[in-house]
């Protein structure tokens, strides 16, 4: 099992960091693909609108309510930004070869917003969110 790491690296950010044993473009997918996102997102997820490119918009219904946001960059299979409720998100997949290194970069316009967020479980959410993560690629690594 892979070690999902958390760090502070500014008073203003939030980093995610998990190497996933799947290639770059299926990790990509996951974070990309419509079909996949209520898979790893949760029971009960609707996609209701994924446009993925700059500019572009998305919206999920979840259990906890609406997750919305847009795209700025999208550079297919290496990274993506886009804003993320109360934050701006950087997703960047390194290819490890059959391995992928995912960083998440989460950087909010205060320190008090990043200290919440912190405080709401990031560690936890995320943790939980790449094990269903794992189980997806999984189950696309095999049939591939």
């Not at 939030?14 to 790893?40: C, G, K």
């Not at 919305?68 to 998100?89: I, K």
């Not at 970069?105 to 936890?124: C, H, I, L, N, P």
Request: aromatic residues 10%; without cysteine; proline residues 4%.
């Amino acid at each position: 099992m892979n070690e999902t790491t958390v760090t502070t690296p500014s008073e203003l950010e939030i980093r995610v960091e998990r190497v996933f044993d799947a290639p770059r473009a299926h990790v990509f997918s996951v974070w990309t693909d419509p079909q996949l996102i209520p898979e790893w997102w949760g029971e009960g997820t609707v996609v209701e609108e994924m446009d993925v490119r700059p500019g572009g918009t998305y919206r999920f219904r979840t259990a906890y309510g609406v997750v919305e946001g847009e795209f700025r960059e999208v550079d297919a299979p290496e990274r993506l930004v886009q804003t993320f409720q109360n934050h701006l998100q950087t997703l960047e997949f390194e290819d490890l070869g059959d391995r992928t290194k995912l960083t998440q970069t989460m950087r909010f316009a205060t320190s008090e917003e990043r200290d919440t967020t912190m405080q709401y479980g990031v560690e936890e959410g995320a943790k939980g969110g790449f094990a269903r993560v794992d189980a997806l690629l999984q189950r696309l690594t095999v049939d591939a």
